[in-house]
């Protein structure tokens, strides 16, 4: 069974950093491309960052573009989202899932796998 655990979130004032972990266990994750969603209160879920197979490749939503880093750690399974100069529209639940698939993509359809989520609260 395919398990992804997020971890790392919590509440930060405006302007804050926090960095979410993405732990993977059932498969060879290294294999597969990863990303990070988000959904807030009220909101769809929406593309945060994703990143390929070996890290080279990362994509970006606008809205975090400069601010969040995508990354990740083969040997250990795990990828990680560090959220910097956070803002109170950031407030969410963060998602982190995995793609089979061959292209990096923010495509939420194309995932395969998800984990439980991780609430992460910016107060102003």
């Known amino acids: 069974q395919v398990q992804l655990v997020e971890s790392g979130g919590g509440l930060v004032q405006a302007g804050g950093s926090l960095r979410l972990s993405c732990a993977a266990s059932?498969?060879?994750?290294?294999?597969?491309?990863r990303g990070w969603f988000r959904q807030a209160p009220g909101k769809e879920r929406e593309s945060v960052a994703a990143?390929?197979?070996?890290?080279?490749?990362?994509l970006y939503t606008d809205s975090v573009k400069g601010r969040f880093t995508i990354s990740r750690d083969n040997a250990k399974n795990t990828v990680y989202l560090q959220m910097n100069s956070l803002k109170p529209e950031d407030t969410a639940v963060y998602y982190c899932?995995?793609?089979?698939?061959?292209?990096?993509?923010?495509?939420?359809?194309?995932?395969?796998?998800w984990g439980q989520g991780t609430q992460v609260t910016v107060s102003s």
């Open positions: 899932a995995a793609d089979k698939g061959g292209w990096t993509t923010l495509r939420e359809g194309a995932y395969d796998y």
């Open positions: 059932g498969r060879a994750f290294s294999t597969y491309n």
């Open positions: 990143i390929n197979r070996s890290g080279g490749s990362v």
